[in-house]
């Protein structure tokens, strides 16, 4: 049981270029989350999903397009990158929206936009 | 709207020392509150988390009790260890936003034998 992963790790990109993360899920969760993490900002949710086929905005979307065609997994997609998108970029899932359910963490993947 | 206010730090304890990282929140109805812990490059651990009013969480050694009339969910370990160093953060689930989270800044702490 792997939990939460995330490919890649790390990546360098240029202005300008675009990426995609992938976040994938073996715990059946119907919730799952895209989240950046800056120095003195905590997390901040990008984009969300309710279930797959499903997506919605979050606190700070702009710049970011996200897809669920399988419920377990979420992508992540930078289409034109900007050195403000440098950031620590973390997925989670939970099992449902019910407000007691824990969030599960992946690993993190560390973007750099030169 | 929902929020979260957390201790900034850094904080640096000697090893057995008593912690205390303060958490307060701003939420309608009945919100689910959590402590995560982040250890260097890792991503985030659920510590403990309480699901309602005068509920104490506790995982570790790490304690939280829900105050409702303080509106807060501060963390404290009685003696702490080398090995708690991480980053600490206070999140809030309300009660009719589809679990979606909170988060406080985050808390750094060092241990120092």
């Known amino acids: 049981n792997a939990g939460v992963t995330q490919t890649p790790k790390f990546r360098v990109l240029k202005t300008g270029q675009s990426m995609t993360l992938l976040c994938a899920q073996d715990?059946?969760?119907?919730?799952m989350y895209w989240y950046r993490q800056d120095p003195g900002m905590g997390l901040r949710l990008i984009h969300y999903?309710?279930?797959?086929?499903?997506?919605a905005k979050g606190e700070v979307p702009d710049g970011y397009n996200v897809s669920r065609l399988k419920k377990q997994n979420f992508l992540l997609g930078l289409e034109s990158a900007a050195p403000s998108q440098t950031s620590v970029y973390f997925c989670?899932?939970?099992?449902?929206?019910?407000?007691?359910?824990?969030?599960?963490f992946g690993p993190g993947t560390r973007l750099t936009v030169l | 709207g929902d929020s979260v206010t957390q201790m900034e730090g850094p904080v640096t304890l000697s090893e057995e020392a008593f912690l205390t990282i303060n958490c307060t929140y701003t939420?309608?109805?009945?919100?689910?509150l959590f402590w995560y812990v982040q250890y260097p490059g890792e991503g985030l651990q659920l510590l403990l988390k309480?699901?309602?009013?005068?509920d104490k969480g506790s995982n570790k050694g790490f304690e939280a009790t829900y105050r409702k009339e303080t509106t807060s969910f501060h963390l404290e370990k009685g003696s702490v260890q080398v090995s708690d160093s991480a980053v600490y953060f206070c999140?809030?689930?309300?009660?009719?936003?589809?679990?979606?989270?909170?988060f406080g800044t985050g808390t750094s702490l060092t241990v120092i034998p």
């Open positions: 989670a899932s939970s099992a449902s929206g019910r407000a007691h359910n824990e969030q599960f």
């Open positions: 999140a809030l689930s309300g009660q009719n936003t589809g679990n979606q989270f909170y």
């Open positions: 999903s309710v279930g797959e086929g499903t997506t």
């Open positions: 715990m059946n969760h119907e919730y």
């Open positions: 309480a699901t309602k009013a005068d």
């Open positions: 939420a309608t109805g009945y919100p689910s």
